[in-house]
């Protein structure tokens, strides 16, 4: 299975810088397509904008979020099939900021992902432990229980893994951190969906920068990476899109 590297803007990005990014990294991405995945998940604004763009240099097309439900008096949400209609190939779940900033829990999560699924979207479902509960040593139950609550039965989506204190700081988790934290996550995954072990694909997220992410992309269990920051810069995406 190729490596994927997703990059997520968060709220950045107006059309002209959006534009100039994406063609700044698409020639470049076109010969590692073999052996990397791209996707691009750009604020709700620019999806239907970038999305001939990323289609012509076979970049896939994120979102950052879906609602519940595929329609209904839910003012300013966004609804699956209204993303599937754009273009959209995958959505982000669960972030920890969409937790934290809106309250998302397990059980939204997990009707979220099943809502995508049945409109042909790809979930990325977001789990991770704070710097408090990795300290207290919680953070294997914690994990186990985000992707037992969070993960639907029969899901064919991809887990991401972002301990949220390696979010934004420019610290990201040890390698052996990763390492150890993966093989629980593929346990979980393999325990909680009855398939094969590691057939779920598991990206590492959290402060991934070009000088690291070769590193991280060899730790085994690590089926990709999901890069905020360093994705808003041409250069610093490729060095991570390229390394190894
Ligand atoms: P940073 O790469 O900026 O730490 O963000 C990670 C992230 O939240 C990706 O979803």
New binding site residues.
């Given amino acids: 299975m190729r490596q994927m590297i997703m990059g ?1 803007w ?1 709220m950045h990005g107006l059309r002209g810088q959006g534009k100039r990014l994406v063609t700044d990294i698409a020639e470049a991405i076109a010969g590692i397509r073999e052996t990397r995945e791209v996707v691009l998940a750009p604020p709700f604004t620019l999806t239907g904008y970038l999305a001939p763009l990323l289609e012509t240099h076979g970049i896939g097309l994120g979102a950052q979020d879906c609602h519940a439900e595929p329609e209904g008096a839910f003012t300013g949400d966004i609804s699956a099939p209204m993303l599937a209609d754009l273009g959209v190939t995958h959505v ?1 779940l669960g ?3 969409r937790r934290e900033y809106h309250h998302e829990n397990n059980a939204l999560i997990r009707r979220k992902a099943v809502t995508a699924r049945r409109y042909g979207l790809c979930p990325v479902i ?1 789990v991770g432990e704070s710097g408090s509960q990795k300290e207290a040593g919680e953070a294997d139950r914690w994990l186990t229980r985000q992707i037992t609550e969070c993960v639907p039965d029969n899901f064919d989506g991809i887990v ?1 893994y ?1 301990p949220i204190w ?5 610290k990201a988790a040890t390698e052996s951190d990763i390492e150890s934290r993966m093989s629980l996550l593929h346990d979980v995954l393999h325990r909680h969906l009855e398939t094969d072990d590691k057939s779920t694909r598991v990206l590492y ?4 920068k070009p000088e690291d992410a070769a590193s991280i992309l060899a730790v085994s269990g690590v089926g990709g990476v ?6 808003l810069s041409a250069e610093s995406f490729l060095g991570i899109a390229k390394a190894g």
């Fill in positions: 997520n968060k982000i972030h920890s900021e977001c991401a972002e390696a979010i934004g700081t420019g997220g959290g402060s991934v999901l890069v905020g920051g360093a994705s």
